[in-house]
């Protein structure tokens, strides 16, 4: 590459730059053009179904638009926001879903460790335990949901018998658990916790064999005792792992729906945020409305995604250095 | 034939320091070349910007004479050998050593494929392994595994990244002598990054020793040794390291805490209006006067000596000393570099296996100033270097190592010809 | 003995952790096994309610030649097809582009992680209605490929971050090895890293494909019934008549969609585990 000595400063800087461009080998040119060769198609795909709909609802949430009658569709600015978050409907279902996050992640925070150090430690029925915790996981949520409505329902279920045969027949076996608010979301946490607390103790799992022994047994040596030993040494060093479990699980929790709409369809004051977009949206075509109660819902999602990440400092792009 | 050459190569990273500070080098076709160097000092950096698996910053990277600075690894040519050996594990071993052949689409038949993959397993003794994993290999074997998988290529030049440093040490012994007689016996062109100064002596036809990504010296290990040109290069090559003792420069004399050295001649007038001096002593240099030793000049001290190492066929006694405060900033600063741990200061003197020296017993010694490095602690160059001694040397080098090559390549001839014989014969 | 009382004692906390994993899972056999008088007599099982006295296959045989046929088979088959399609595609994709993000340094890579980020946080219920309105336009409403689109999305961030996790455990130098023996990068990706990464693409897309056939709320939404798969179909199950819940069809229709998953699981228990935890936990 010559550059003529009459160039002006401007020619020359841009020939420099130019220069520059192609003093990057070929090795570094054709990582960079096959990188976004390998990494394009993901990412239009992901744009253009998501990026999409992200915009859209956006837009739809502006205006006033029942689907059932597009004439009179109206430009309503932030009406729907005002509306949405000045209805005591709307902040039930944020509380009830805040409720059912906030008792399942504990739950399972609590049950999930302590299966995960029991998986960790057994030696007799190793395998058959950890595959046997598996199987939830696996089940589909709208299946596990089905079984736990017929577990609970007096009529075709066996639990109320269980609890009547237990507790001596203190308990009534007609007691209908779907019929008032706490009982059914004790019902929907409990089959909410049966499914997802594989995932977890997974995670923690994962994280208590990457804990060193040796540290555990020099703590021992020191002379702490066993719950001294978890606190002091054991949780300390699979921080990361408690912090991913926990933020993964809050923010599936946090967007739950399959659980209670099998099991009440939102009755008893049981409605979630998600299943509040989806009644507003498909059963009562208010699309606009829908589009800004999704927008709140994504909102809310973020918040608690950054707090967490804030509060735990995890890198969630952890290990793409 | 294959040379290759390096001119003004810097290395920066997105921070701007300079990795590796304009580095020439001339490697002639055939030579086996060591960069050598502390952890840090560019060496490796270097080497993958041979390869092409780094971006040179600026300077230029001639292969055979054509500019090679922009091409991609794979069209430079080059073998190379990783240290961890980056073996694909889902290969057997023929078909990792088979797989640069592979690559070539369409240039090799099958057949040939066996063959030249049969003659370098030949070579390396794999013969039997051929049909392995690479996961039920020893280290030595992988180690040939990789070698082999660089010959095949018939690549115009090895690079090797530290492979011993994997290998215990007795192994390491043994495939030092292995990669030494490959490289005569092929000829080929060797560039080989080493943090350890016994592998660089002793494979290197040439060694090149960077300091933090500056080349300090590039020379014959004999010469290295012998005629260092500064601090660095005198201090990182030799084992046990040369003693480096301050000086303080008084008239013609020059005062050690262990001894006093009248100086004459060249020497003196170089010293003449410094205050101090580093004084560098090989522990070799430093003998047992009690053993009868002839040192016509010899200096005689007496010293404390604190702990004693006997090694059979030799012993190393250690000798703490006062370090002077104006030189010991110096000096810590050239431990730094060298990696040391910043200890105390002590004197190493190799003494031979039939001395009595024991720990804690004043000991009568005696070294000859002839064999004293004498470096200016300011620029740290070597004040005693000979350089008509060191180009002698660097002939002398040149000439043998050309003749070793050709002895490899008489003997190979030799070999071929012997081998071809009966077959036609029979 | 210290240790043989613990081994004892894991060993005893394994069997209630076992059970409340087990119970309802053998409590749905045991519904899909009740005959339509057994769901609504509690005399005719034992364990109080729990396990029909005599079995029956009812419910089995309403879901594949009776009543629910029509609605159950149909389902079944595009539940499949939509999986194996949306989790080909998705690992494909994700495959390329985790090996792009893990391994190759170019400008752009930071918002595709992003992007990811963003997707795995977005809730599908929000997607729903956007998605709901244009696939109307476009005459997506009700169609497989209006099911296998969004599906696509909805694995891809976790198969791209799964993926990554598994590149980066695959040591650097063996490309950089391959580049030098004379591999163009893509030679390298398809000789070396693709076969490293095989049991990793494998994992992947047992994941992605479970993820698929969970999904309820797109199935729910987007289809209607000429592309409904089992999770929305299950939930427009109807009784023989109006008074009669379909509890039983319900059941059965469960357990045939579990079994090969659940097979699926206990195959390839540890791969999964290995899947699921390499991405997350990291130091």
């Not at chain 1, 070929?26 to 990412?43: H, N, S, Y």
């Not at chain 1, 569709?73 to 932030?78: D, E, L, T």
């Not at chain 1, 199987?135 to 279920?157: C, E, R």
């Not at chain 2, 701007?16 to 001339?26: I, M, R, Y």
């Amino acid at each position: 590459m010559s550059t003529v000595a009459e160039t002006t400063t401007g020619e020359r800087s841009s020939a420099r730059r130019s220069e520059k461009k192609a003093g990057l080998s070929d090795r570094t040119r054709g990582e960079r053009r096959l990188g976004w060769k390998l990494a394009g198609p993901a990412f239009i795909v992901m744009l253009l179904v998501t990026f999409y709909p992200i915009a859209y609802a956006l837009y739809l949430s502006l205006f006033n638009y029942r689907l059932t009658d597009p004439a009179a569709r109206k430009f309503v600015w932030f009406q729907n926001y005002i509306t949405s978050l000045s209805d005591p409907l709307f902040w039930k279902a944020t509380g009830i879903t805040a409720f059912i996050t906030i008792v399942t992640l504990i739950v399972e925070l609590i049950f999930g460790m302590a299966i995960a150090m029991v998986m960790n430690k057994i030696v007799l029925p190793r395998k058959t335990l950890r595959t046997v915790v598996l199987i939830p996981y696996s089940i589909i949520t709208v299946v596990s949901a089905f079984s736990w409505l017929y577990a609970f329902k007096f009529d075709t279920g066996f639990f109320n018998h269980w609890l009547h045969f237990l507790s001596f027949g203190a308990f009534d076996p007609t007691y209908n658990w779907f019929g008032g608010t706490w009982s059914s979301l004790t019902i929907i946490c409990l089959s909410e916790i049966w499914k997802t607390t594989p995932f977890m103790s997974l995670l923690l799992l994962a994280g208590l064999a990457q804990v060193d022994r040796s540290m555990e047994e020099a703590a021992e040596v020191d002379g702490a005792s066993w719950w001294q030993r978890q606190v002091k040494v054991v949780f300390p060093s699979m921080k990361a792992a408690i912090m991913v479990a926990v933020v993964f699980r809050a923010l599936d929790a946090f967007r739950i729906y399959d659980n209670p709409f099998i099991m009440t369809g939102g009755a008893n004051n049981t409605n979630t945020l998600s299943m509040l977009v989806g009644q507003t949206t498909v059963s009562q075509a208010e699309i606009g409305m829908g589009s800004a109660l999704a927008v709140l819902l994504f909102v809310f999602v973020l918040i608690i995604a950054a707090g967490l990440v804030r509060l735990f400092k995890v890198d969630l792009t952890g290990g793409n250095k | 034939m294959s040379s290759i050459e390096l001119k003004n190569i810097v290395k920066k990273y997105g921070d701007g320091f300079p990795a590796v500070n304009d580095v020439s080098l001339n490697i002639a076709d055939g030579e086996f070349m060591i960069l050598v160097g502390p952890s840090g000092c560019g060496k490796s950096t270097l080497l993958r910007m041979v390869v092409g698996l780094e971006d040179i910053t600026s300077g230029e990277l001639d292969i055979n004479g054509k500019r090679v600075n922009d091409l991609a690894p794979r069209d430079r040519n080059l073998a190379m050998v990783f240290q961890n050996y980056a073996l694909y594990p889902h290969l057997t071993v023929f078909e990792n050593i088979a797989f640069p052949l592979r690559l070539a689409k369409g240039k090799h038949s099958d057949n040939e494929i066996k063959e030249k993959v049969n003659t370098a397993a030949d070579m390396l003794e794999l013969r039997e392994h051929l049909e392995r994993k690479p996961a039920n290999l020893s280290g030595g074997q992988r180690q040939r595994v990789a070698m082999g998988r660089a010959i095949v290529r018939e690549a115009d030049a090895f690079l090797f990244d530290e492979p011993l440093s994997n290998l215990d040490a007795k192994l390491r012994g043994q495939m030092r002598t292995e990669i030494a007689r490959m490289q005569r016996r092929l000829g080929v062109t060797t560039l080989y990054v080493t943090h350890d100064q016994t592998e660089a002596m002793t494979l290197g036809d040439r060694v090149a020793v960077l300091k933090k990504g500056i080349l300090q010296q590039c020379a014959s290990p004999r010469e290295l040794y012998e005629q260092p040109i500064n601090l660095f290069v005198a201090g990182f090559i030799g084992s046990p390291p040369m003693n480096f003792l301050p000086a303080r420069v008084e008239g013609n004399t020059l005062k050690m805490p262990i001894a006093d050295v009248e100086l004459t001649g060249e020497l003196a007038e170089k010293v003449k209006g410094k205050n101090a001096v580093i004084v560098g002593l090989r522990p070799e240099h430093i003998k047992d006067a009690s053993l009868g030793d002839n040192i016509s000049h010899g200096v005689p001290f007496k010293a404390v000596v604190d702990v004693t190492e006997w090694l059979g066929n030799e012993q190393y006694a250690y000798i703490p000393f006062d370090s002077d405060p104006s030189l010991q900033g110096t000096l810590e600063e050239l431990d730094r570099d060298l990696d040391g741990e910043g200890m105390r200061t002590q004197m190493v003197v190799n003494l031979d296996s039939r001395s009595r020296v024991r720990e804690g017993q004043e000991a009568d010694l005696v070294f000859d100033p002839s064999f004293m490095h004498v470096f200016d602690p300011e620029s740290g160059d070597c004040l005693t270097r000979d350089d008509d001694r060191a180009a002698e040397i660097a002939r002398d080098n040149e000439e043998q190592r050309k003749a070793a090559l050709e002895r490899a390549k008489s003997r190979e001839s030799n070999a071929a010809s012997q081998s071809a014989e009966p077959r036609q014969a029979s | 003995m210290e240790t043989n009382k613990t081994k004892w004692g894991l060993a005893g906390a394994s069997v209630p952790i076992m059970l409340w994993t087990l119970i309802p899972i053998v409590w749905i056999v045991a519904t899909s096994l009740k005959s339509t008088t057994a769901l609504a007599d509690q005399q005719q099982n034992v364990f109080g309610n729990f396990w029909p006295k005599s079995i029956s296959w009812d419910n089995y045989s309403l879901i594949f030649t009776g009543g629910a046929k029509d609605l159950f088979v149909p389902a079944l088959w595009h539940s499949i097809v939509v999986c194996l399609v949306a989790t080909l595609i998705s690992v494909v994709l994700a495959t390329f582009c985790a090996y792009a993000i893990a391994r190759l340094d170019f400008p752009g890579k930071k918002a595709i992680l992003i992007t990811a980020l963003t997707v795995s946080f977005f809730p599908v219920i929000a997607m729903v209605t956007p998605l709901f309105n244009l696939w109307r336009i476009l005459h997506l409403f009700d169609t497989l490929p209006g099911l296998i689109i969004p599906y696509i999305t909805l694995t891809l961030p976790l198969s791209i971050w799964i993926l990554s996790a598994f590149f980066q455990q695959i040591p650097w130098e063996m490309e950089q090895a391959a580049q030098v023996d004379g591999a163009s990068s893509w030679q390298a990706f398809v000789k070396v890293v693709a076969p490293l990464a095989a049991p990793g693409v494998f994992t992947t897309a047992i994941i992605a494909f479970f993820t698929a056939w969970n999904d309820f709320v797109f199935s729910s939404n987007l289809t209607a019934a000429r592309a409904q798969t089992v999770p929305a179909a299950l939930n427009s199950f109807t009784g023989a008549s109006q008074f009669t819940q379909p509890t039983g069809a319900i059941c059965a229709a469960a357990v045939v969609v579990t079994i090969p998953v659940v097979i699926l699981v206990l195959l390839f228990q540890r791969r999964i585990v290995a899947g699921l935890t390499s991405g997350a936990v990291k130091g």
